[in-house]
């Protein structure tokens, strides 16, 4: 993470295998240090370079539908000041990857998952 409200910048790049400067091409310039990151600004991008990412937000949906031996981006309450909102982590498929600049590793998943983003297909031109 590069600044206090990136978490999804840093977890997408991770998950697209991108840089985070491509990464930071998908949302607005204003969102990098004012406002945070909303995935609604993302998905037009994305669907745009044919990006179809699979999005789970319930607990039935997360259980029956999100395939933990494949990585994603998990938005929590944030780890560390869960009074301050929510927060995305990353997991690769066997352990979390916390993007801030702790860095902490957590080999298992957390116990309250607010929602949860799959690749479907990346098709990248």
């Not at 790049?13 to 990098?32: G, N, Q, S």
């Not at 916390?98 to 983003?117: F, R, S």
């Amino acid at each position: 993470m590069r600044t206090n409200c990136d978490c999804m910048v840093a977890c997408l790049a991770m998950l697209m295998d991108w840089t985070y400067e491509e990464t930071c091409e998908y949302f607005p310039p204003k969102a990098v240090k004012e406002t945070g990151y909303m995935w609604e600004w993302l998905l037009p991008y994305l669907r745009a370079e044919k990006i179809w990412i699979n999005f789970y937000d319930s607990k039935e949906a997360i259980k029956y539908h999100a395939d933990w031996s494949r990585p994603a981006m998990i938005r929590v309450k944030s780890l560390i000041s869960p009074d301050k909102g929510d927060h995305i982590i990353f997991w690769d498929g066997k352990r979390v990857i916390d993007p801030a600049p702790e860095g902490k590793i957590y080999t298992e998943l957390p116990n309250e998952i607010l929602a949860v983003y799959q690749i479907y297909e990346a098709f990248k031109n």
